[in-house]
């Protein structure tokens, strides 16, 4: 039918294959698509002759990734604890690693040259954040805006070799710094500085966030950070990440006027560890029996070591466990600390007993005093 039609009207058709090969006039200048030919059929058949039919479209659901949605979630734990997002340049100078501190041999080192730079200041792809991070801070300080909290989130580039064979490693960072006042000028609000302990809260804040059960603190050896002043986070034996003050020597190359604390995270390995499912338990029947532990302990001996013994000496009724004064001075004798614990106990299915505590306050004290000689405080 439609062959015959368009033959009346001047075209030329060629039936191929079940189609139709069709040749337009040459005085017919309107006529040049598809949609001209099928109008040419329709104005003859006659529009009222042709069946109204809706439209078929299928409607695709728009979900976020896995890591776009954990990246969003991520951005709102920040904000909820105070901190401001920057987006920096992924291009940095090569002198940001002798700013940073890195030796000669760091792997960071290896990073990627710009073949057409947008200017001589971003000649490399960055392989951390932290110069992005440390260029804000000082840009900010240089302005007089001293109180900062801020972090970001970005991929930085790691080669497998140069130059290039292939494409590098994207991995997606979080990093950020705090310096300054803690909370705005306010009456009514604590003149504070920010200090070692809001970036410890913050990292640990986002362990428990993202259920991250198995990691460790330990003293970081990342030549960025003050010694003494900062910790590697260590997830199934594995760094993910570091924070703590800045070194004296990165402080004077970036022009920091006072301390800043800071913290980079490999954002690949905590979403890896993410636990998309909580577990609950029943609120417990039975009261709970606290004991307050004092020991000397030589300054040398870090609080986790203690944490891991303590826990593991305990036995399964005890619940927590919590440092709640740690004190040097006159009763001490130098090169000693004293440090005072909390202990709970508590047990599902019945009411411990006062003898039962003790027993296990006793096991305690003698892991304590067999693996790092420790003794009670009199």
């Known amino acids: 039918k439609m062959r015959e039609i368009l033959i009346a009207l001047g075209f030329g ?31 003859v058949i006659g529009f009222d002759n042709i069946k109204a039919t809706v439209p078929k479209g299928e409607l695709m659901s728009a979900e976020q990734t896995l890591v776009t949605k954990l990246a969003e ?20 100078h090569p002198s940001a690693f002798d700013k940073l501190n890195l030796a000669k041999t760091d792997l960071k080192r290896t990073a990627i040259e710009i073949t057409n730079p947008i200017t001589d200041e971003f000649k490399i792809l960055r392989t951390t954040l932290l110069a992005s991070i440390l260029q804000t801070v000082n840009y900010n300080i240089a302005r007089r805006n001293e109180d900062l909290a801020i972090f970001e989130i970005g991929n930085i ?12 490693q994207e991995r997606p960072v979080l990093a950020g710094a705090m310096t300054g006042k803690r909370f705005a000028s306010h ?33 970081s050896s990342l030549a960025s950070l003050h010694p003494g002043k900062s ?40 979403f890896a560890t993410y636990e998309n499912s909580a577990s609950y338990c029943a609120l417990p029947k039975y009261p709970y029996i606290s004991r307050d532990l004092a020991v ?69 004290l003698e892991s304590l005093q067999e693996k790092f000689n420790l003794k009670l405080r009199s």
């Open 231 to 270: 910790a590697d986070i260590i997830v199934a034996g594995q760094c993910v990440g570091s924070f703590g003050q800045v070194h004296p020597v990165v402080e004077e190359n970036y022009s920091l006027n006072k301390p800043v604390y800071i913290f980079e995270l490999d954002l690949t390995v905590l």
């Open 13 to 43: 058709v060629e039936i191929i294959s079940e189609e139709l090969k069709i040749a337009v006039p040459s005085w017919r200048f309107d006529v040049t698509s598809m949609v001209d030919i099928s109008e040419e059929i329709a104005r």
């Open 157 to 168: 580039y790691l080669p497998e070799q140069l130059p290039l064979v292939k494409l590098p």
């Open 73 to 92: 979630d991520l951005r709102n734990i920040m904000v909820a604890n105070g901190l401001d997002e920057v987006i920096n340049y992924s291009f940095i």
């Open 296 to 364: 000397l302990v030589p300054e040398e001996i870090l609080m986790a070591d203690l944490e891991q013994l303590i826990l593991a000496a305990g036995g399964k009724y005890l619940q927590d466990l919590k440092l709640f004064d740690v004190y040097q001075g006159k009763q001490v004798a130098a090169g000693f600390k004293s440090m005072a614990f909390t202990l709970t106990f508590q047990a599902t299915d019945r009411t411990l007993t006062d003898k039962e505590v003790e027993e296990f306050t006793k096991q305690i």
């Open 187 to 219: 009456w009514q609000e604590s003149k504070a500085d920010f200090d070692f302990y809001d970036a410890k809260g913050l990292v640990t804040d986002l362990m428990h966030k993202f259920a991250v059960r198995d990691y460790q603190l330990v003293p």
